[in-house]
């Protein structure tokens, strides 16, 4: 006969041995979906609790909303369309153990939309050649990933996670406290551009910019520049180097790199 602590320690590893091969597996299941008429629609707003949050090109010109895997039920995505603006809401859906995050994957058509925003408890939130006047993705403790975005402006925000903005078309604001920031700018810069850490570093990327005003500071960090900033110079006190680059107009785009204690880099691609 076992004894008590033995047959306690049998169950404990058989639980464990249950749920992380219960986790495991290959594709997500798609477990609901909804399609929009995209011309009736031009703002989209989306809650999310602990769910991943994914924006990618639609196929077919059309909005689709999936909710994916992560032992979620069809009745988890809630979805309202308020005269032209979509609200997708999951905030309230995520209780429990989740073993297998779930996936909100949103299909938005091209140069059609005013706005979109993506809020976030936990979750990530990725995107890959957005374009839309406005993006707005917000979350506590998930990393943000853009690859690609073409409008007007588009700002992240993320309080201890990595923000990655690659291939940006228009001004972008990026936060972060306690994540590493990198931003890659394609083309020239456009109206106000901000950048801001607590502890964090931070890398931006950006051809020869023609007319930029210019603002780096740094705390207790390095700042590094692969460009020649006019009436520029670096105050041993306060780490900062401010200035312009080529002669333009008092409405010059500007660039505005803030770190506490982290480093600041700004190099050609």
């Keep these: 006969m076992k004894k008590p602590w033995n047959l306690m320690l049998s169950l404990s590893v058989g639980i464990g041995v249950f749920l992380v091969s219960g986790c495991s597996g290959g594709e997500k299941e798609v477990v609901a979906q909804e399609t929009f008429d995209a011309g009736s629609i031009n703002q989209i707003q989306v809650k999310a609790d602990a769910q991943d949050v994914r924006i990618e090109p639609s196929a077919d010109g059309q909005i689709q909303v999936e909710l994916l895997g992560g032992g979620s039920s069809a009745d988890a995505l809630k979805t309202n369309a308020e005269g032209s603006t979509l609200v997708i809401d999951l905030s309230a859906s995520a209780a429990g153990i989740n073993w297998d995050r779930a996936i909100v994957k949103l299909s938005v058509p091209e140069e059609q939309l005013e706005g979109i925003s993506v809020q976030t408890v936990s979750g990530n939130i990725s995107g890959k050649s957005v374009q839309t006047q406005t993006l707005t993705l917000t979350s506590d403790t998930g990393r943000i990933e ?124």
């Design 146 to 269: 853009l690859e690609g975005f073409r409008g007007e402006s588009v700002k992240g925000r993320t309080t201890s996670a990595d923000l990655t903005m690659e291939q940006v078309e228009g001004s972008f604001e990026a936060d972060s406290s306690s994540g590493k920031v990198r931003v890659s700018v394609a083309g020239e810069f456009s109206r106000e551009n901000r950048v801001r850490t607590d502890a964090g570093d931070i890398e931006i990327r950006s051809r020869q910019p023609a007319f930029l005003e210019v603002d780096l500071s740094t705390s207790s960090g390095k700042i590094e520049s692969d460009f020649s900033i006019a009436d520029g110079g670096e105050e041993s006190g306060s780490r900062r180097i401010s200035g312009k680059i080529g002669e333009g107009e008092k409405d010059d785009p500007r660039l505005t790199v803030q770190s506490s204690t982290g480093s600041i880099q700004w190099k050609r691609p």
